[in-house]
Nanobody, 122 residues
Framework: VQLQASGGGLVQIGGSLRLSCAGS????????VGWFRQAPGKEREFVAA????????RYSDSVKGRFTISRDIFGHTVFLEMINLKAEDTAAYYC????????????????WGQGTQVTVSS
């Protein structure tokens, strides 16, 4: 499985962005997908995750109600819709794929994409 994250950019406080995570490999649609982020000088943290069935999601408290994770009908791309962005959302965002129980733990994800930078400024 290979992952390609995209969609980052510069946005003003209160603005919106949609990140995409395109997966290749015939079994990608059967993987759970998580989004993580890492701000400069900070550890990488969990943002959101989606079970491969689409029936379960998890969000960090800091983004709940503002971010939505979803998947296209073919299971090939996972999206992270972000609204009402705050300065503290500035970070490199990474998508990751794993199997088993849906988790917020980095080490449970087997495959990682490169980061896409999100910068929220005033």
């Amino acid at each position: 499985v290979q992952l390609q994250a995209s969609g980052g950019g510069l946005v003003q406080i209160g603005g919106s962005l949609r990140l995409s995570c395109a997966g290749s490999g015939r079994t990608f649609s059967m993987y759970n997908v998580g989004w993580f982020r890492q701000a400069p000088g900070k550890e990488r943290e969990f943002v959101a995750a989606l079970h491969w069935t689409g029936g379960l999601t998890r969000y960090s408290d800091s983004v709940k109600g503002r971010f939505t994770i979803s998947r296209d009908i073919f299971g090939h791309t996972v999206f992270l819709e972000m609204i009402n962005l705050k300065a503290e959302d500035t970070a490199a965002y990474y998508c990751a794929a794993g199997q088993g129980v849906l988790t917020t733990l980095e080490h449970e994800y087997e495959y990682w994409g490169q980061g896409t930078q999100v910068t929220v400024s005033s």
